[in-house]
Every structure is written in C-alpha cells, then in structure tokens.
C-alpha cells in the first residue's frame, strides 16, 4: 500500500495512440477507467484531450480526487515540471505541472513512462518489495527505468535511465528518432531490431516458415515471429535466439553497474517470454561478474498494458506522502 486506501488519485497513461487514464485508490485498486485515442494534430489539441479524460474521470469519483500522476513518453525535466522533448506525441517544452495543474486545480506530478512502468512493478508487480530495481520494457524501442533506495533515480534534471540508447555494438546500425548513435541496445534488441533480423532470416532461409511468410508479404512483426518460432521454425527460432543475445548482453552490462535485486523485462515483445529471456539469462550467467549475476533475479513483468496507469497512480501517491 502507497497511502491511506481511501486517498483517491488519478494514474494517467499518455501513449503515442492512446491516452488511458484510471481513478486508483491508495490500494492501487482501479475504480474507474477511461481510454481515449490521443489527439496527435497539435500540442493545443493534445492537452485539450488530456484535460477533458481527466476532468471525466474527476466527475465520476465517488469522493475528492488528491492529485494525478502522469507517465508521459517524453524527456523530463523534473526541476521545472517540464516535458522538454517527445518522440510520439506533440509535447515540447512544455511547462506541463504549471499548466496542467492549474487547469485541473489538483496537485499534477509527471515522470517518464518507462520510470512508471517501474515504479509500478516496484511497488505492487514483479518486483514488489524489492529496493533496487531495473526495468527494461522492450517495444518499437527499449524503455528503461532505475529504482535504487526504493526511489526513481532520475539524475540532475530528470532524465536519466535511457537504458535503451545504451551502446550494445559500436559498429551497429544508426539509432532510431533523435538520437544520433550507433548499435544503441533499442537498435539491437527491440521491436524494430528483431523485424530487421527476421528480413535477413527469411531472406537467408527461404525455405523456413519465416522465408515463405516474408514471400507471401506478411508483415514480419514479433507476434509473428514468436508465433513461428513456437511452431518451431528454425528461422524464427534463429531469430528469437539473436533477440535474446543481445537482451542478454544489454541486462549483463546494467546487472555489472548496478547491481540489483530484481530486473524486470515488460513491454510487447515479452509475449516471446521465455523464447527470448532464455536466452538472455544463459548470457548473463556466462557473461556477468559475481556476485551480481547470482544475486539477481530477471524476469518478467508483474504488469501488463495497465501498467502506466498503476505506476502514474503509485508516482502520484508517493509524491503526496512526502508532501505531508
Ligand atoms: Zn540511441
């Protein structure tokens, strides 16, 4: 429990297609939920969704609301409340707290989506109770939150934890959106990566399941690939192994530095489970310094798709608790 069971706070999960927003109480029990598509036409429109999601679910509380915590796909500036840059939604520089917290006359607290997620599984999910944590959550990219002292570690301004554009291979391919580096650990175990491997895979073995689904001109998505790789297509199999590699490399080089209890693997390429989490464990006891490697345990995330709205309820809980 994060705070009184009867504190009411609004989590609220701002995703590049949909907004969802839940009125959770201090047992982080949703009561009310609400998902909208995002208004992505402008800045103007997107805060106006945002407003109008948050005011509904004010309406329908059954008593006061104490505050609402955002988990925004944006770099933050925790300093002055802002959400500086973003890569799926129109929000730059924006003086989000200010703002919003003045429209909506409630105490607002932002953070990064991926430090939520954490947050989340940190304080009620795969890592409950545990004070030093590493969440990764693998999508389109790789999303990266770090718990140590039981707290976010945020860094100076706020945007720390870009575990995803954590150098994997120097000679890698070009990072994605506005990070200009190579071999990034998003370019090398992502979403976007295992498409990239399923095309060579296919190409080189035009024979497998995986080759005639690209000849037919499937789209070579992980659902796909991890549809084949159970059939036991040994393409995709090859595939799924190359994910799980370098997932394993990426999680050696964070249990090495920072030494946590648990880490956590979320996100929608972690419907491969063990497919590629395997493989990545095998890595890290081969390739890990002890004690680290012993002490940690990896695995998958307690949370599914609500885990943004329970990790913006928990972030807003945790901030009014210290306010008193
Ligand atoms: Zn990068």
């Known amino acids: 429990m994060t705070g009184s069971p009867e504190t009411l706070v609004i989590g609220i999960d701002l995703g590049g297609s949909k907004m969802a927003a839940g009125l959770v109480d ?68 924006f003086d989000f707290v200010r703002h919003i917290s003045g429209e909506l006359g409630l105490p607002v607290f932002i953070d990064n989506d991926a430090n939520v997620a ?47 554009h954590m150098v994997i291979d120097v000679n890698g391919p070009r990072c994605q959106g506005a ?10 175990a992502s979403g976007t990566a295992l498409a990239r491997y399923a095309a060579i895979y296919a190409e080189k073995e035009p024979d497998s399941a995986l080759g005639k689904a690209a000849a037919a001109g499937m789209m070579l998505d992980g659902r796909l690939v991890c549809r084949l790789a159970r059939q036991g297509d040994p393409a995709a199999l090859k595939v799924m192994d190359l994910i799980g590699f370098y997932l394993g490399v990426g999680i050696t080089n964070l249990v090495n530095i920072f030494n946590p209890e648990v880490l956590v693997v979320g996100g929608g390429l972690m419907g491969a489970g063990g497919l590629i989490l395997d493989p990545a464990k095998k890595i890290l006891a081969q390739r890990g310094l002890r004690p680290n490697r012993d002490v940690v345990r990896v695995t ?10 329970i990790g913006a309820a928990c972030l807003a809980l945790r901030e009014l608790k210290k306010g008193r």
């Open 179 to 188: 990070c200009e580096n190579y071999g990034c650990f998003e370019t090398m």
């Open 300 to 309: 998958a995330a307690g949370f599914g798709p609500e885990a943004g709205v």
């Open 118 to 164: 954490a947050l989340a599984e940190a304080t009620a999910g795969a890592a409950a109770g545990a004070r030093e944590v590493i969440m990764i959550t693998l999508g389109t990219g790789i999303g990266g939150g770090i718990i140590t002292g039981g707290e976010v570690y945020r860094g100076a301004t706020g945007s720390a934890a870009e575990l995803g």
């Open 26 to 93: 201090g047992r982080l029990a949703i009561i009310e939920s609400l998902e909208v598509r995002t208004p992505i036409e402008s800045q103007e429109s997107l805060i106006a969704g945002i407003l109008s999601l948050v005011r509904g679910l004010v309406s329908r509380a059954p008593a006061p609301v104490s505050a609402a915590g955002f988990g925004i796909p944006s770099m933050i500036d925790q300093v002055r409340g802002r959400a500086v840059m973003s890569v799926n939604i129109p929000l730059a520089d």
